[in-house]
């Protein structure tokens, strides 16, 4: 069945896998700490510890090396295929495992439970292992199966769809299932049952991606560079810094909007934090409508010029929110034309690697496509990192104090200038980035040229 589907239907099957990745990347962000604090009653500490090891230090570690493997394999199967195709069944178990705790009775008797700790700290940290081998590989096909711009933003868009439909079962339905699971089973049996049918529901989602997955043999023949020459070509690669650096610009803002959106909607709009779905609505819904717009827009224009345009925009939204918008009303006015924009960010964005990944293979002569993917997602986890020292200068540097009375209006000016200027400075350094980032539209056309060359010249169609 693998590959089954041609044409436009196996791009969109091809695309289905974005849903699971989603999927599950919100569920373990939005409710991992949340069951086994609250629900469990482990110590806090030792969660934070567990978390930080398992999910953070070691997932940063280990999505280059699982790029890198999935570089060096050599299967009948192809490279990539292989670890989605078997990876998948192992995930959705483990998956299932972090909601199933080895205990009998909830809370706990002792929240310093040292066992439950190395069960937790096990678990998600060979959890996370195989969700890295699948997603790596599973994005790794993506620039080797679809290498014309016009493809590539087709099923950018397929892909940005199945993430939004993974995010509304993450954050909607989700939280319905748990509800009304552990009323009529209990705690433990309930959040079990929900891993059991999200993780089936992800995993679904990546056989079904399957169905339009296809891998070139001779690019799994030709193999890959030695490990310190591969890592030392792509770290010194400016097309792809620069790239990486751009898109951890990009990540950082919108994981410091996310963060700050409930504090900005209490103080600053007079809402409560269900309104948050109100002014978040306009974002999902003008990025599907606008998907074909930006692909047009990206054709013509080329992915550098673009990027650039939407992401400025974007940025110049996000400061009106920030800074103009008084009421609920306004803020989500102002959420439409940010989702506008956002949906050519997101559209784009996913396309800078693939170039970079082809004018690599014109220089090396490999497709490296796992080493360069693994590399931007540990990049990419930097933008958690910059939250978190965003927000305390946000909080610090404002006067900010938690507490009952609300904030007056000298500190809330105070937090808006502040949140401003970090968003600010983030657009900066995006734009002195792609200033440097060397593929613009005519050398990417280039690159394909050359390519198209090389693989005449092996025999490759």
Same mark, same amino acid.
């Given at each position: 069945?693998?590959?089954?589907?041609?044409?436009?239907?196996?791009?969109?099957?091809?695309?289905?896998?974005?849903?699971?990745?989603?999927?599950?990347?919100?569920?373990?962000?939005?409710?991992?700490?949340?069951?086994?604090?609250?629900?469990?009653?482990?110590?806090?500490?030792?969660?934070?510890?567990?978390?930080? @090891?398992?999910?953070?230090?070691?997932?940063?570690?280990?999505?280059?090396?699982?790029?890198?493997?999935?570089?060096?394999?050599?299967?009948?199967?192809?490279?990539?295929?292989?670890?989605?195709?078997?990876?998948?069944?192992?995930?959705?178990?483990?998956?299932?495992?972090?909601?199933?705790?080895?205990?009998?009775?909830?809370?706990?008797?002792?929240?310093?439970?040292?066992?439950?700790?190395?069960?937790?700290?096990?678990?998600? %940290?060979? $959890?996370?292992?195989?969700?890295?081998?699948?997603?790596?590989?599973?994005?790794?096909?993506?620039?080797?199966? $679809?290498?014309?711009?016009?493809?590539?933003?087709?099923?950018?868009?397929?892909?940005? @769809?199945?993430?939004?439909? %993974?995010?509304?079962?993450?954050?909607?339905?989700?939280?319905?299932?748990?509800?009304?699971?552990?009323?009529?089973?209990?705690?433990?049996?309930?959040?079990?049952?929900?891993?059991?049918?999200?993780?089936?529901?992800?995993? %679904?989602?990546?056989?079904?991606?399957?169905?339009?997955?296809?891998?070139?043999?001779?690019?799994?023949?030709?193999?890959?560079?030695?490990?310190?020459?591969?890592?030392?070509?792509?770290?010194?690669?400016?097309?792809?810094?620069?790239?990486?650096?751009?898109?951890?610009?990009?990540?950082?803002?919108?994981?410091?909007?996310?963060?700050?959106?409930?504090?900005?909607?209490?103080?600053?709009?007079?809402?409560?934090?269900?309104?948050?779905?109100?002014?978040?609505?306009?974002?999902?819904?003008?990025?599907?409508? $606008?998907?074909?717009?930006?692909?047009?827009?990206?054709?013509?224009?080329?992915?550098?010029?673009?990027?650039?345009?939407?992401?400025?925009?974007?940025?110049?939204?996000?400061?009106?929110?920030?800074?103009?918008?008084?009421?609920?009303?306004?803020?989500?006015?102002?959420?439409?034309?940010?989702?506008?924009?956002?949906?050519?960010?997101?559209?784009?964005?996913?396309?800078?690697?693939?170039?970079?990944?082809?004018?690599?293979? @014109?220089?090396?002569?490999?497709?490296?496509?796992?080493?360069?993917?693994?590399?931007?997602?540990?990049?990419?986890?930097?933008?958690?990192?910059?939250?978190?020292?965003?927000?305390?200068?946000?909080?610090?540097?404002?006067?900010?104090?938690?507490?009952?009375?609300?904030?007056?209006?000298?500190?809330?000016?105070?937090?808006?200038?502040?949140?401003?200027?970090?968003?600010?400075?983030?657009?900066?350094?995006?734009?002195?980035?792609?200033?440097?980032?060397?593929?613009?539209?005519?050398?990417?056309?280039?690159?394909?040229?050359?390519?198209?060359?090389?693989?005449?010249?092996?025999?490759?169609?």
């Amino acid at each position: 069945m693998i590959g089954r589907l041609k044409g436009r239907a196996g791009k969109i099957a091809y695309g289905a896998g974005n849903l699971g990745q989603a999927l599950i990347y919100h569920m373990i962000g939005t409710f991992l700490i949340y069951f086994y604090i609250k629900e469990i009653r482990l110590d806090p500490a030792l969660v934070g510890v567990g978390f930080s @090891v398992a999910y953070g230090i070691w997932n940063s570690i280990n999505d280059p090396i699982a790029g890198y493997i999935s570089d060096r394999t050599r299967t009948r199967w192809g490279r990539r295929i292989p670890y989605v195709l078997f990876g998948t069944p192992l995930m959705v178990i483990f998956f299932t495992l972090i909601w199933l705790p080895p205990i009998r009775d909830i809370p706990l008797s002792s929240q310093r439970d040292i066992g439950l700790f190395l069960y937790f700290l096990v678990v998600v %940290g060979v $959890f996370e292992l195989l969700y890295t081998f699948v997603t790596v590989c599973w994005n790794s096909l993506f620039p080797e199966m $679809f290498q014309d711009l016009k493809e590539r933003l087709e099923v950018s868009i397929y892909r940005q @769809v199945a993430a939004m439909i %993974g995010l509304i079962i993450g954050f909607v339905v989700a939280p319905q299932i748990i509800y009304h699971f552990t009323r009529e089973f209990g705690t433990i049996n309930g959040w079990a049952l929900t891993g059991l049918v999200l993780g089936c529901i992800a995993g %679904g989602s990546f056989a079904l991606s399957l169905l339009g997955s296809r891998e070139k043999k001779e690019f799994s023949m030709a193999g890959t560079l030695p490990i310190i020459s591969a890592f030392k070509i792509t770290l010194t690669n400016r097309s792809f810094i620069t790239a990486a650096f751009c898109i951890l610009m990009i990540s950082w803002s919108w994981s410091l909007l996310a963060a700050i959106s409930p504090f900005f909607v209490e103080y600053f709009l007079g809402g409560t934090i269900a309104d948050i779905t109100f002014i978040s609505a306009p974002i999902l819904l003008m990025a599907i409508v $606008f998907y074909p717009f930006w692909r047009k827009i990206g054709i013509k224009y080329g992915t550098k010029k673009t990027l650039i345009t939407s992401y400025t925009l974007e940025t110049v939204f996000v400061l009106l929110f920030v800074l103009v918008a008084d009421n609920v009303i306004e803020a989500a006015a102002v959420m439409i034309f940010y989702g506008i924009t956002n949906s050519g960010v997101n559209l784009v964005r996913e396309i800078l690697i693939p170039d970079v990944i082809d004018e690599d293979e @014109v220089k090396t002569g490999f497709r490296r496509e796992g080493i360069y993917l693994g590399v931007t997602t540990f990049i990419d986890r930097f933008a958690l990192g910059l939250t978190g020292i965003s927000t305390v200068i946000i909080f610090s540097l404002s006067g900010f104090t938690p507490g009952s009375t609300p904030p007056s209006p000298t500190i809330i000016l105070n937090m808006r200038v502040l949140t401003a200027a970090l968003f600010t400075i983030a657009l900066a350094c995006f734009l002195i980035a792609m200033k440097f980032y060397p593929l613009s539209a005519d050398k990417v056309d280039e690159v394909r040229g050359a390519l198209e060359k090389l693989h005449r010249e092996r025999g490759i169609v």
